[in-house]
């Protein structure tokens, strides 16, 4: 009995370490991940044109991005491609879990290259654009605190891009900003126009 439980919490213990690997989905037997986001290059057969060989497990060397996020670039069928860690991590860790076209994952800390399964979590482009980047929490939807200008600035995503439609001094002017642009975003599908015609409209409303 005292054996048995040993093994399991061992077994827990394992899962909660840096050793600890799983597959990659649609990697499976190519590359694995632990929880850190370090990615694993399995042992496994290769042919470099000329001849066959066996390579060994070794850990990927992963790139750090200019925005702060880990990539690591996966290759199957001769065919390569470039990752987020923490999307790959997710994914790995969290298979069952179902994305929403309008979902992203999120740095729980704000720290980009921070990870760890525990850090990250799915949330709508929404709540990323409004969640706390700076040690500034806004309690409205599209609205963050912009540090390098000391103003609040608005944000919505269109079209898969962020567009950012301004910059103001008060909390509030920022959220009516975002308002406005959310009941006309079925107008346009053009960004810069987009921009354009909202400022329009809320430059409109304060004269009226």
Known sequence: MIKLKWFYNSKILRKLTENYFKSIPGYKG????????????LKRIKDNGNSKFLSEDRILKSQLSKKGYYNTTLCKNGKCKTYRNSILVYRSFKPNSLFKPNEVID???????DDHIWNLQKITYRQNNSKDKFGYTSKYVGVCWDVKRK????????????????????????????????KNMDKYTNPK?????????YTNRKVA
Do not use: C
């Not at 190519?30 to 290059?41: H, T």
């Open 193 to 201: 126009e987009f921009r354009e015609l909202i400022r329009k409209k």
């Open 107 to 113: 740095h729980i800390n704000n720290v980009p290259h």
């Open 30 to 41: 190519i590359y694995s991940i632990n929880m850190y986001g370090s990615v694993k290059s």
């Open 151 to 182: 103003k609040w600035r608005s944000n919505i995503k269109l079209s898969d891009k962020s567009v950012q439609l301004g910059r103001f001094n008060k909390e509030i002017d920022a959220a009516k900003m975002y308002q406005i642009a959310l």
